[in-house]
């Protein structure tokens, strides 16, 4: 048995590779292997076929090609499970939508519930905080949302009711407390839904920054400019509206930007088919 | 009685000192301007649309293209975001070789600052000069991925080519060369009283505007704002690095142009130190994903590149595609307060105030 083992790092070390996906040229089974996981995600996750095929291979290692065979038979058989068991899952998920208490979800629910203790982040105090300010000062309806952006570095995020940004904008700029004077980026995105403006606000003398969101509607939907608040604003909505066909009320001079200013249509939109008149 | 009458100018799309295709039409009285409007659009491909439709790996190709002669620090942010969202491990060995190649670019892309900003001006020679010593670096990158402005060098979870033999060594070499030659190009320029007259007191702007305007680079700080992310919001690892940052009084073209020399020479010392500290050997890719899917979400990301603050904003719905990908580019944000600068300023100053901004315009209109 240990001298099987002292050949064994050969054989596991073969089909490690195969999750590292620098697998040698010659082995074409094992690349196979690799195809067959490239191609079905959902097996990417599970160490079955990596783990398994080892154990058969260090039984004959001579026979190599019967262990590869063998290895091939695995990742399939592996594979299958795994797609059955992710169509359980979705069935499963289909009955807890419908009402019964699905299996699956019940266990997903237990997943996360650990994990929601340590949720709170340390920016949430400054989370909190911002929102108190423009509670007290602007009102209660202009916070629609506040959360944590957890992918970005704990990031706080707000989504400001667009009647009110204006003003919140303004707040945000001059309050003592928050001296939000630099707006260092501002994109807008088609959610199909809505539309959306995502502003980056930074305060340069502690650092802090926060993201705020304002939704409109996709059709004739209408947000406040703020380019009378931060001058970077400017040709930034221009180009969202050039873009993405959001209209800022009382901008300075809103026009295309990058699109030539006979040009039909938002290009950035979603649903955009450039039309061309020749056609 | 003389009759005075508004002229009309249009300057560019094709006028040498735009450097690209932009244009700007002014409005005189005589000599003096009284109305810039800029006009943008040439170069613009859709970059952001085009991303949509394309996977992350894709996508690095086109970011070349944006800035092109700060190729490094556009793949760099692009691989940062997607790196961010998915929370992956880079190699030191990579951290290393991306950091080396950003502050290389650094250097190469204030030197075509430096010559084509003299060559505005009308001094010729120094062209020369620094066009010499860029293609030095222009030649290691060239070396190092086959390309010599449009590198697709990075990858998301690293880099794509390991340095070939000798490669850093050249690298190693070409600090203390170009810490010689930037003493050279002091001597010939920096003095030069006629050039001082032309830059020193012109295009001026105080702290409270440029971050109203939200500048960012060697314009926010040439008035006195200490701000560089790679000091203040530490990305990579810069954070393992001792050098300054160059900050200005006055908020002028001369105060641009001390800062971006400045950088010059503390790029070489962030150049010095990660050659002492630079690993034998190691991994140039970290473990990732074959298909690269950043989960639901966004992000934003932002480094400083040699013009200021490049961001990527992803938003991401859990597919190989992005949903929306928007780039923050500093040329294109820098660009906004010229009309502002230009009002009140003899012609012959507009060259110097462009040129003083230092925009790329593949990146004004991506």
């Not at chain 2, 060594?169 to 030069?192: A, C, Q, T, W």
């Not at chain 2, 928007?326 to 507009?350: A, D, W």
Request: glycine residues 6%.
């Amino acid at each position: 048995m240990s001298e099987d083992q002292d050949k064994n790092p050969e054989a596991t070390g073969k089909v490690e590779v195969t999750d590292e996906g620098k697998a040698t040229p010659t082995e074409q089974t094992v690349e196979k292997i690799k195809e067959i996981q490239a191609t079905d995600p959902s097996i990417q996750t599970t160490s079955e076929p990596s783990d398994a095929p080892a154990a058969e291979i260090q039984e004959d290692v001579d026979a190599e090609k019967e262990a590869k065979l063998k290895a091939n038979r695995e990742a399939r058989a592996a594979r299958d499970a795994a797609r059955a068991e992710a169509a359980k899952l979705k069935a499963a998920e289909a009955a807890g939508v419908a009402g019964a208490t699905g299996a699956a979800k019940a266990v997903e629910g237990d997943a996360t519930e650990p994990e929601q203790p340590k949720a709170p982040s340390p920016n949430q105090p400054k989370l909190d905080r911002i929102v108190q300010i423009i509670k007290e000062s602007i009102g209660e309806q202009a916070v629609v949302e506040a959360y944590i952006n957890e992918k970005d570095r704990e990031l706080p995020c707000l989504i400001i009711d667009k009647n009110h940004w204006l003003e919140t904008a303004l707040l945000l700029r001059d309050n003592p407390e928050l001296e939000l004077h630099y707006l260092r980026n501002v994109s807008g995105t088609d959610q199909e839904t809505h539309m959306e403006v995502a502003y980056y606000l930074i305060n340069l003398n502690n650092k802090q920054d926060y993201f705020i969101k304002v939704k409109t509607d996709r059709d004739g939907g209408e947000i406040p400019s703020v380019t009378s608040v931060w001058q970077t604003a400017n040709w930034n909505e221009r180009e969202i509206y050039d873009l993405l066909g959001v209209n800022f009320s009382d901008h300075p001079d809103l026009r295309r930007i990058m699109m030539p200013d006979d040009w039909v249509g938002y290009p950035l939109r979603k649903d955009y088919e450039p039309i061309d008149p020749e056609v | 009685m003389i009759r005075t009458e508004e002229l009309l100018l249009n300057v560019g799309p094709q006028h040498p000192s735009t450097h690209g295709v932009f244009r700007i039409i002014v409005k005189i009285d005589g000599e003096v301007i009284t109305e810039a409007i800029p006009v943008m659009g040439y170069l613009h491909r859709g970059t952001e649309k085009l991303a949509e439709s394309l996977n992350y790996t894709q996508i690095i190709p086109y970011t070349d293209r944006m800035d092109y002669v700060s190729a490094m620090t556009s793949n760099y942010v692009l691989v940062h975001a997607v790196e961010t969202m998915m929370n992956l491990e880079i190699p030191e060995r990579a951290q290393y070789l991306r950091l080396v190649v950003m502050e290389l670019q650094r250097v190469a892309s204030h030197l075509v600052w430096w010559g084509t900003y003299l060559l505005d001006i009308g001094a010729m020679t120094p062209f020369l000069y620094a066009f010499r010593d860029r293609e030095k670096i222009i030649d290691m990158f060239n070396e190092l991925c086959g390309a010599r402005l449009t590198y697709n060098y990075m990858r998301v979870g690293g880099v794509k080519w390991d340095a070939p033999v000798g490669w850093i060594d050249k690298v190693r070499e070409f600090i203390p060369y170009m810490r010689k030659n930037l003493e050279e190009f002091h001597n010939l320029v920096s003095g030069n009283e006629i050039f001082l007259a032309r830059i020193k007191g012109i295009g001026k702007y105080d702290a409270q505007t440029a971050i109203d305007y939200g500048l960012s680079g060697a314009n926010l700080r040439s008035a006195g704002v200490k701000w560089d992310l790679r000091k203040d919001q530490p990305y990579s690892i810069y954070d393992r690095f001792d050098f300054d940052i160059p900050v200005g009084v006055n908020g002028d073209c001369y105060d641009r142009y001390v800062i971006r020399m400045e950088e010059i020479r503390q790029s070489l010392r962030i150049l010095e130190q990660a050659m002492a500290q630079f690993p034998t050997d190691g991994d140039i890719m970290g473990k990732v994903p074959r298909i690269i899917r950043p989960p639901e979400g966004e992000v934003y990301v932002r480094i400083e590149s040699p013009r200021g603050e490049i961001g990527c904003h992803i938003v991401s719905r859990g597919k190989a595609e992005p949903y929306r990908l928007k780039f923050r580019r500093p040329s294109f944000v820098n660009l906004q307060i010229l009309p502002k600068l230009l009002v009140g300023e003899t012609m012959t100053n507009l060259v110097t105030i462009l040129g003083g901004i230092d925009i790329v315009v593949g990146e004004v209109d991506a």
